[in-house]
């Protein structure tokens, strides 16, 4: 957590100094004889210059438990990445901002939905070595549940709730 | 004072009755059940819950909309109780306290029995927080009358250090941090006194600042999505087999401990941002401390366990004290409920006890109904309702990211808001790992603009002078009680405190 920490100390000061560096730059708004207290740059920059504190006191408490030394390799990230619960995570971030990020709006809703119902649960619960029997079960049971809440779904937010489907 | 009294029974009574209708019954039924199963389910919090809600109400009438949203969270934070008995994972954080000896009396096979405590705490907590509500929200109404912007500076700081402090009472600065990039992501978009775009860089997008609802349910649904499916799944303990009756002897043994429970928990819930899983933990040590059987607490305790959930359950109606008279959330998915009244045209604050006083006893009524739902359902539909812990997460978690994607997209049909729920999601993600708490970050994303407002203007009419800031009453008792939680967290001059505490209090400082 410590080296979590310098890093995040490190961040949260640079883009501390980057508001402040904006709110400088917005207007004055002197032409429309505002008062210079209610400019719209003091209050980011005010903020700004508590996360510079918060920040520098994250990074010395750091640096000072040694969390500087970072101790990067390519090695450690491969241990890391190999670990199941972070796979899974990898896996789900994967599926989620793709269908999210990427699929919708550019191919029809419900297909989106659909897809993205049925390759979570097949790709989440088929193990290698499952019998064809299980195995043909399993995407059985992914495509009816997919295909049932992609239809709920759909049908209640358009006819119920009156959305237009993205 | 009787007079006051009699005529706030009245109002309440007369609130009673709106909602004595078919539908109205209807709507609480279904979304109190929907609350407990919520909660019950291992990833699916009483904030991702009401956020999710909220989206499918738009198109209802704002009592019913809000009727809704408070029976899905009293249900929620209740139904997060099954979860940590049975499986020692708590199925919302508020019930994270409960685990302590829920589980252990599972594990006995006392399960049933603990859910019955678990009901009997619920349902008191809540009845306990709502004669609060109904007392203290109009008298603080009234007094919020007397904030100026001075006051609401200060109530935005107070509220974001307090939060900070007592969510991360490990490393208070973590939860400060939050709370400050909550206030800067509130930055985002037009300010409020001369119209300009701040850090939009010209996305339209972003003139109207993120959205809250989409922002909520990416920093409490998609991270938590993520979550629950990196970590392992959890086992249960076994289904009860003895009865969920709650029992007569638990109130009158522990009557002492419910009264204590019920009124820290409501009391937490009055502090802006902290929330149930705080008051909980705050009403089992309490509880503890002053336990004749401190042994039993952590191998199957009923007394923590009636604590906890009391305290848990009071903090919801605590919470919406301050949601409705200074239009500040006490907790998170009390923060939703906020902005779900904002988008039903509902505007609490300072004036709603001049604008529309009877808002406050209909929304006790809410409370009222939503208690009696849950204690019902709790009690007739336990068994029943444990077959949703069998849903595995790989089915239940897809599901649930869908609900949150369409129901980000609803609100304004933008293609936009998808994308601010998967950002705060992966920000919310990001900083649960390193253990910053999200309460802050939300407080500080609704209270944002009311310091940003608060602060220019009453720099402007003191033409930079910055001494009422100190000096006027309320703020004096503001930025005493902000000043000593930040300095407070420093060792040495804590222990300084602590040394110059007991030598003022010589009789009890010999002893040790």
Same mark, same amino acid.
Request: aromatic content about 10%; hydrophobic content about 55%; overall charge positive.
């Given at each position: 957590?410590?080296?979590?920490?310098?890093?995040?100390?490190?961040?949260?000061?640079?883009?501390?100094?980057?508001?402040?560096?904006?709110?400088?730059?917005?207007?004055?708004?002197?032409?429309?004889?505002?008062?210079?207290?209610?400019?719209?740059?003091?209050?980011?920059?005010?903020?700004? !210059? *508590?996360?510079?504190? $918060?920040?520098?006191?994250?990074?010395?408490?750091?640096?000072?438990?040694?969390?500087?030394?970072?101790?990067?390799?390519?090695?450690?990230?491969?241990?890391?990445?190999?670990?199941?619960?972070?796979?899974?995570?990898?896996?789900?971030?994967?599926?989620? *901002?793709?269908?999210?990020?990427?699929?919708?709006?550019?191919?029809?809703?419900?297909?989106?939905?659909?897809?993205?119902?049925?390759?979570?649960?097949?790709? $989440?619960?088929?193990?290698?070595?499952?019998?064809?029997?299980?195995?043909?079960?399993?995407?059985?049971?992914?495509?009816?549940? !997919?295909?049932?809440?992609?239809?709920?779904?759909?049908?209640?937010?358009?006819?119920?709730?009156?959305?237009?489907?993205? | 004072?009787?007079?006051?009294?009699?005529?706030?029974?009245?109002?309440?009574?007369?609130?009673?009755?709106?909602?004595?209708?078919?539908?109205?019954?209807?709507? =609480?039924?279904?979304?109190?059940?929907?609350?407990?199963?919520?909660?019950?389910?291992?990833?699916?919090?009483?904030?991702?819950?009401?956020?999710?809600?909220?989206?499918?109400?738009?198109?209802?009438?704002?009592?019913?909309?809000?009727?809704?949203?408070?029976?899905? +969270?009293?249900?929620?934070?209740?139904?997060?109780?099954?979860?940590?008995?049975?499986?020692?994972?708590?199925?919302?954080?508020?019930?994270?306290?409960?685990?302590?000896?829920?589980?252990?009396?599972?594990?006995?096979?006392?399960? #049933?029995?603990?859910?019955?405590?678990?009901?009997?705490?619920? /349902?008191?907590?809540?009845?306990?927080?709502?004669?609060?509500?109904?007392?203290?929200?109009?008298?603080?109404?009234?007094?919020?009358?007397?904030?100026?912007?001075?006051?609401?500076?200060?109530?935005?700081?107070?509220?974001?250090?307090?939060?900070?402090?007592?969510?991360?009472?490990?490393?208070?600065?973590?939860?400060?941090?939050?709370?400050?990039?909550?206030?800067?992501?509130? =930055?985002?978009?037009?300010?409020?006194?001369?119209? +300009?775009?701040?850090?939009?860089? #010209?996305?339209?997008?972003?003139?109207?600042?993120?959205?809250?609802?989409?922002?909520?349910?990416?920093?409490?649904?998609?991270?938590?999505?993520?979550?629950?499916?990196?970590?392992?799944?959890?086992? =249960?303990?076994?289904?009860?087999?003895?009865?969920?009756?709650?029992?007569?002897?638990?109130?009158?043994?522990?009557?002492?401990?419910?009264?204590?429970?019920?009124?820290?928990?409501?009391?937490?819930?009055?502090?802006?941002?902290?929330?149930?899983?705080?008051?909980?933990?705050?009403?089992?040590?309490?509880?503890?401390?002053?336990?004749?059987?401190?042994?039993?607490?952590?191998?199957?305790?009923?007394?923590?366990?009636?604590?906890?959930?009391?305290?848990?359950?009071? /903090?919801?109606?605590?919470?919406?004290?301050?949601?409705?008279?200074?239009?500040?959330?006490?907790?998170?998915?009390?923060?939703?409920?906020?902005?779900?009244?904002?988008?039903?045209?509902?505007?609490?604050?300072?004036?709603? =006890?001049?604008?529309?006083?009877?808002?406050?006893?209909?929304?006790?009524?809410?409370?009222?109904?939503?208690?009696?739902?849950?204690?019902?359902?709790?009690?007739?539909?336990?068994?029943?309702?444990?077959?949703?812990?069998?849903?595995?997460?790989?089915?239940?978690?897809?599901?649930?990211?869908?609900?949150?994607?369409?129901?980000?997209?609803?609100?304004?049909?933008?293609?936009?808001?998808?994308?601010?729920?998967?950002?705060?999601?992966?920000?919310?993600?990001?900083?649960?790992?390193?253990?910053?708490?999200?309460?802050?970050?939300?407080?500080?994303?609704?209270?944002?603009?009311?310091?940003?407002?608060?602060?220019?203007?009453?720099?402007?009419?003191?033409?930079?002078?910055?001494?009422?800031?100190?000096?006027?009453?309320?703020?004096?008792?503001?930025?005493?009680?902000?000043?000593?939680?930040?300095?407070?967290?420093?060792?040495?001059?804590?222990?300084?405190?602590?040394?110059?505490?007991?030598?003022?209090?010589?009789?009890?400082?010999?002893?040790?």
């Amino acid at each position: 957590m410590i080296r979590a920490d310098f890093v995040t100390g490190i961040v949260l000061i640079l883009g501390s100094l980057y508001v402040i560096f904006e709110s400088w730059r917005m207007p004055r708004m002197e032409h429309l004889g505002a008062h210079p207290l209610s400019v719209p740059g003091i209050v980011p920059a005010f903020l700004a !210059a *508590i996360l510079i504190i $918060f920040g520098g006191v994250l990074v010395i408490r750091s640096v000072m438990l040694g969390g500087h030394r970072l101790g990067l390799s390519a090695a450690k990230a491969r241990e890391v990445l190999a670990r199941p619960g972070n796979q899974r995570l990898l896996t789900t971030g994967v599926l989620t *901002i793709g269908y999210a990020g990427i699929l919708i709006g550019r191919v029809p809703y419900a297909l989106a939905t659909g897809l993205f119902i049925f390759a979570f649960i097949v790709l $989440f619960e088929w193990k290698k070595g499952l019998a064809p029997a299980r195995t043909a079960r399993l995407v059985g049971c992914a495509a009816i549940l !997919a295909a049932a809440v992609t239809l709920l779904v759909s049908w209640s937010f358009e006819r119920l709730f009156l959305v237009t489907l993205p | 004072m009787t007079a006051v009294l009699l005529d706030n029974l009245g109002q309440f009574l007369s609130a009673l009755g709106t909602f004595l209708t078919p539908l109205a019954l209807f709507h =609480m039924g279904w979304s109190t059940l929907l609350g407990i199963v919520i909660g019950a389910l291992p990833g699916l919090t009483a904030t991702m819950g009401v956020a999710l809600v909220t989206t499918l109400t738009y198109k209802l009438n704002a009592d019913l909309a809000i009727l809704i949203l408070m029976c899905v +969270y009293v249900g929620a934070i209740y139904g997060g109780s099954r979860t940590a008995i049975l499986i020692n994972i708590p199925g919302t954080p508020a019930n994270a306290a409960t685990t302590l000896d829920g589980y252990p009396l599972a594990k006995q096979g006392l399960a #049933g029995r603990a859910m019955g405590v678990a009901t009997t705490g619920s /349902v008191l907590g809540s009845v306990i927080g709502m004669f609060f509500l109904a007392t203290l929200a109009p008298l603080l109404g009234n007094y919020a009358l007397k904030f100026q912007s001075f006051e609401f500076f200060w109530l935005a700081i107070f509220g974001i250090v307090v939060s900070g402090h007592l969510t991360a009472l490990q490393d208070p600065i973590k939860g400060w941090i939050a709370g400050f990039i909550g206030l800067m992501t509130a =930055m985002v978009g037009q300010e409020g006194i001369h119209a +300009y775009d701040r850090f939009t860089y #010209g996305t339209t997008e972003l003139m109207g600042g993120f959205a809250l609802i989409p922002a909520m349910v990416g920093a409490f649904g998609f991270a938590e999505v993520l979550t629950v499916m990196r970590d392992p799944a959890g086992e =249960m303990a076994g289904n009860p087999r003895d009865s969920v009756f709650p029992k007569l002897g638990d109130i009158t043994k522990y009557w002492r401990t419910i009264i204590r429970s019920g009124l820290i928990g409501t009391v937490i819930g009055i502090i802006p941002g902290v929330g149930e899983d705080i008051g909980a933990w705050v009403s089992y040590a309490a509880a503890r401390r002053k336990s004749k059987e401190r042994e039993k607490f952590g191998k199957g305790s009923i007394e923590g366990l009636i604590a906890a959930e009391t305290g848990n359950n009071a /903090v919801v109606p605590g919470a919406i004290i301050p949601v409705l008279t200074l239009a500040i959330p006490g907790s998170a998915p009390a923060a939703v409920l906020l902005a779900a009244m904002f988008i039903h045209g509902v505007r609490p604050g300072p004036m709603i =006890m001049v604008e529309s006083p009877q808002f406050v006893y209909q929304v006790v009524a809410m409370v009222f109904y939503a208690t009696l739902a849950m204690g019902l359902f709790g009690i007739l539909l336990t068994k029943p309702l444990l077959t949703v812990l069998a849903i595995p997460r790989t089915k239940l978690m897809p599901v649930v990211f869908v609900l949150c994607a369409i129901g980000s997209y609803a609100i304004t049909s933008r293609v936009f808001d998808i994308w601010v729920m998967i950002g705060f999601g992966l920000l919310g993600f990001v900083l649960r790992e390193m253990k910053y708490p999200m309460a802050p970050l939300v407080l500080g994303i609704i209270l944002g603009d009311l310091l940003d407002k608060n602060l220019r203007r009453g720099l402007v009419l003191t033409d930079g002078d910055i001494t009422p800031f100190f000096t006027r009453p309320i703020c004096l008792v503001l930025w005493l009680i902000t000043a000593a939680s930040i300095l407070l967290t420093i060792e040495p001059l804590r222990r300084a405190v602590q040394r110059a505490w007991q030598a003022a209090r010589p009789g009890r400082g010999q002893g040790r």
